[in-house]
């Protein structure tokens, strides 16, 4: 995952700020942007919606209207004294009599209800031999054909006197009008004992209603009857029709007004006629309806894609300048590596931030330079000081196997003082060859100065005497190798060895809160008569310097050592930091 993060991610910066700015500004803000038009498209498509479902509730009303002037006019003919006077007793005129009134109440009819309606016809049979149309007749009616139309089928009436064929198979008027079907009323004409004199057919033109409403249409638009198995029923536009998965959509939708049709990149609006059991459907193509915004849009873009390039020009160039800084300052820097540190950077050319960071640069080589000089040089100190070591181990080895060879004449002749004082000087000179550690137990520190003052007192024929006083629980408390032992070396050399009587020297360990302190008294003559003439010495003394250079290194400001002097004696008191370690066994010192 990591591996394609990498790859992924950029890992120059200049292209890392490119990315950023892309990522975070130009990416949500032309998402945002397009999120913003398709939302103006919704509206804008709910709106329209809206509208075309308004002109369907309008063209419901009209339809609605239409059908209920048929009953009107089924009315006004049942009641009209000519038309009954014409069918009950047709004889009392000619036939071209009859015609003429019966065209009158016709012509009547459209001025009255249909404002002349050329969309609406009528037909009147009696039930002799006569038939009345609103329309010329291109062929002479055959009154059989027209009594036998199962509209006029009383079964289908259901105890009524009239009913509505929505699908009435238009075979009479083909040469008025171009519709499929009709929709018409049957009904009966009746008297006032109900007895029949004549029938009576009120069809509507539907297909020349719905051309007549698209050409007053300002969309290109199209309108549909359908019924609710799917049946096409008339088109406003001849040869148009709807695919079987939009009809689908009616069913599948009972309760929306209007989808799309990806199809045929279409709004589709609709409404169900209940008394028809009918759907009127209203098509508009999306490339109409947006047109305008279509353009909007392009012109929109285009603009947006001129000044997101010039921003991202300008972005590239302002990276491009802070990164040019830190690309030059970190070939300067491989150079610098390159040729030992002894390289600075040019600020004249900087300004700003860049020359602050190129100062601090410059002044970063110039320290690290000095830095470096001063490792090289302790570094050769160390290797010098390594081979003194080396060289000084030389004689403690050959020191220690001569004592061994000492320890074994003085055992096979039974001199126990000897053998003591070998092994005490043997101890001693395994801890001072023992480089391997400079912090050992405060137990094994103790131990090496009972042999140094094992063999003291063989020297001085046990003139003094040295106690030790310590807690238990700091016996594992971590102190310098032999830095115990120097100390009571003085407390025997400048004191005891001068003193008269006999002499004692105590050595006391304890704590203080978080640090041990370790307390050497000795009895002796001071160091006002200790300091006076002595012995001119082969080689310098190391004793006291030689600790506190110790203590520096090792503990830096958090070791001391004083020395209090008296009358009396000296007292020498060593501060150390408390540092316990964890026992390990008594085969070998800590």
């Known amino acids: 995952m990591s591996q394609l993060l990498r790859v992924l991610i950029p890992q120059k910066l200049k292209y890392r700020l490119f990315t950023a700015f892309v990522c975070l500004i130009l990416l949500p803000f032309g998402a945002l942007n397009i999120y913003n038009y398709q939302r103006i498209e919704t509206l804008v498509q709910k ?103 199962p509209g006029f089928d009383r079964g289908q009436m259901k105890n009524s006197s009239y009913h509505w064929v929505p699908n009435d198979t238009n075979y009479v008027l083909r040469d008025v009008s171009t519709s499929a079907y009709l929709l018409s009323l049957y009904a009966y004409l009746e008297d006032a004992r109900n007895q029949p004199y004549g029938m009576a057919r009120i069809s509507i033109d539907y297909t020349y209603w719905l051309r007549s409403i698209h050409k007053q249409s300002d969309l290109e638009q199209q309108y549909f009857l359908i019924t609710r198995s799917g049946e096409d029923i008339s088109q406003s536009v001849p040869g148009s029709q709807l695919s079987e998965k939009v009809k689908t959509g009616f069913a599948g939708q009972p309760g929306q007004q209007y989808f799309i049709d990806k199809d045929s990149n279409a709004l589709i609006n609709y409404i169900y ?136 004449i003085a055992i096979r002749e039974q001199n126990e003082d000897i053998t003591n004082m070998t092994l005490s000087l043997g101890k001693l000179l395994e801890a001072s060859l023992n480089t391997d550690k400079d912090l050992i137990h405060l137990k094994d520190e103790i131990e090496l100065v009972e042999a140094y003052v094992h063999i003291q007192q063989v020297r001085y024929a046990h003139k003094f005497d040295c106690t030790f006083t310590y807690d238990e629980d700091i016996l594992y408390a971590l102190v310098p190798k032999l830095s115990l032992q120097p100390l009571v070396e003085n407390a025997i050399i400048h004191g005891i060895s001068r003193l008269p009587g006999h002499g004692l020297i105590e050595l006391n360990v304890h704590r203080e809160e978080n640090r041990l302190v370790v307390e050497i008294r000795d009895n002796g003559v001071g160091m006002e008569q200790g300091g006076g003439p002595k012995a001119p010495r082969k080689r310098p003394g190391i004793g006291l310097s030689n600790i506190q250079e110790r203590l520096r290194l090792l503990f830096r400001e958090e070791g001391q050592l004083e020395v209090l002097s008296t009358s009396e004696g000296v007292t020498v008191r060593l501060t150390l930091p408390l540092l316990m370690s964890t026992p390990y066994g008594n085969e070998h010192p800590a």
């Open 273 to 408: 006629v209940e008394s028809l059991d009918w759907y009127i459907v209203n098509r508009i193509p999306l490339s109409v309806l947006f047109v305008e915004i279509e353009g909007l849009k392009q012109q929109y873009f285009l603009t947006f894609l001129v000044l997101t390039s010039i921003f991202l020009m300008m972005t590239f160039v302002i990276a491009t300048t802070i990164t040019r800084p830190l690309s030059h300052l970190q070939n300067k820097m491989k150079a610098a590596v390159q040729k030992s540190l002894k390289i600075r950077l040019p600020e004249h050319k900087f300004s700003g931030e860049i020359l602050e960071l190129t100062r601090t640069f410059n002044t970063m080589l110039d320290d690290t330079h000095l830095l470096i000089q001063k490792l090289k040089a302790e570094e050769r100190q160390k290797e010098a000081v390594h081979f003194q070591m080396l060289l000084a181990q030389t004689n403690p080895h050959f020191l220690l196997n001569t004592l061994n060879t000492i320890k074994w």
């Open 47 to 149: 709106k329209i919606s809206q509208q075309s479902h308004y002109q369907l509730e309008q063209m419901y009303r009209t339809l609605e209207d239409q059908i209920s002037i048929a009953f009107k006019t089924l009315l006004f003919l049942k009641q009209d004294d000519t038309v009954k006077s014409v069918l009950l007793h047709p004889e009392q005129r000619n036939e071209l009599e009859n015609k003429r009134l019966m065209e009158n109440i016709f012509k009547n009819l459209n001025n009255s209800f249909f404002l002349y309606n050329p969309s609406v016809y009528f037909m009147i049979l009696d039930l002799s031999e006569s038939a009345y149309t609103s329309y010329p007749p291109k062929d002479s009616l055959v009154y059989s054909d027209l009594r036998a139309n």
